[in-house]
């Protein structure tokens, strides 16, 4: 079955940008069949979708983050990442990857925290 | 956007209660509606899409229902396994959004 397995720095300093990684396992990006998802979410708190992305490169995005987010994907990897610019310590959270836009599978998720 | 209001935001039950989890959307979504399981530490797991239906694999004690602007997600007989948070999702308009959670407790 479909697996998906996020990747990247557990530290960003206040600024800089937020890049993640979700590679897919035991499926392909390129069927045409689902967007592919990134959420959110802060230590404590609920979830946040962020945006998610078509295989063809079509984008739709969350407005309250949508100046910051850069979501693109490259088929050939069976990969989709996550751009978030301008990052402060309000983007500290677990961030996950998940399929579709009712999400199912997840990723397990990663922690990336904002701190200089 | 859409808001969902998750109500209770917390319960404490005991093995063998019945549990019934509401979410209430400030427009109408259709059916568009899923809940998600999420235990301390890790990713959420869907149980049930398009109100009603299902995941394959969830066991049948759980089970949604609802359309239009009132769902409700019903554990019959709570298992030790099933202490979490539960979370709806709209995905009917853009951008889709989540409820606030609601966290299910040992009595």
């Known amino acids: 079955q479909v697996q998906l397995q996020e990747s990247g720095p557990g530290l960003v300093k206040p600024s800089q940008t937020l890049s993640l990684t979700c590679t897919v396992s035991?499926?392909?990006?390129?069927?045409?069949?689902?967007?592919w998802s990134w959420i959110r979410q802060p230590p404590g708190k609920g979830l946040e979708w962020i945006g998610y992305?078509?295989?063809?490169?079509?984008?739709y995005y969350n407005p309250s983050l949508k100046s910051r987010v850069t979501i693109s994907v490259d088929t050939s990897k069976n990969q989709f990442s996550l751009k978030l610019s301008s990052v402060t310590a309000a983007d500290t959270a677990v961030y996950y990857c998940?399929?579709?836009?009712?999400?199912?599978?997840w990723g397990q998720g990663t922690l990336v925290t904002v701190s200089s | 956007d859409i808001q969902m209001t998750q109500s209770p935001s917390s319960l404490s039950a005991s093995v063998g209660d019945r549990v019934t989890i509401t979410c209430r959307a400030s427009?109408?979504?259709?059916?568009?509606l899923g809940w998600y399981q999420q235990k301390p530490g890790k990713a959420p797991k869907r149980l049930i899409y398009?109100?009603?239906s299902l995941q394959s694999g969830v066991p049948s004690r759980f089970s949604g229902s609802g359309s239009g602007t009132e769902f409700t997600l019903t554990i019959s007989s709570l298992q030790p396994e099933d202490f979490a948070t539960y979370y709806c999702?709209?995905?009917?308009?853009?951008?889709?959004?989540f409820g606030g959670g609601t966290k299910v407790e040992i009595k």
């Open positions: 398009a109100a009603s």
């Open positions: 998940a399929r579709g836009d009712t999400f199912d599978p």
């Open positions: 427009q109408g979504i259709r059916n568009d």
């Open positions: 035991g499926g392909s990006i390129s069927s045409g069949d689902y967007y």
């Open positions: 999702l709209q995905h009917n308009s853009y951008p889709v959004t």
């Open positions: 992305i078509y295989y063809s490169g079509s984008t």
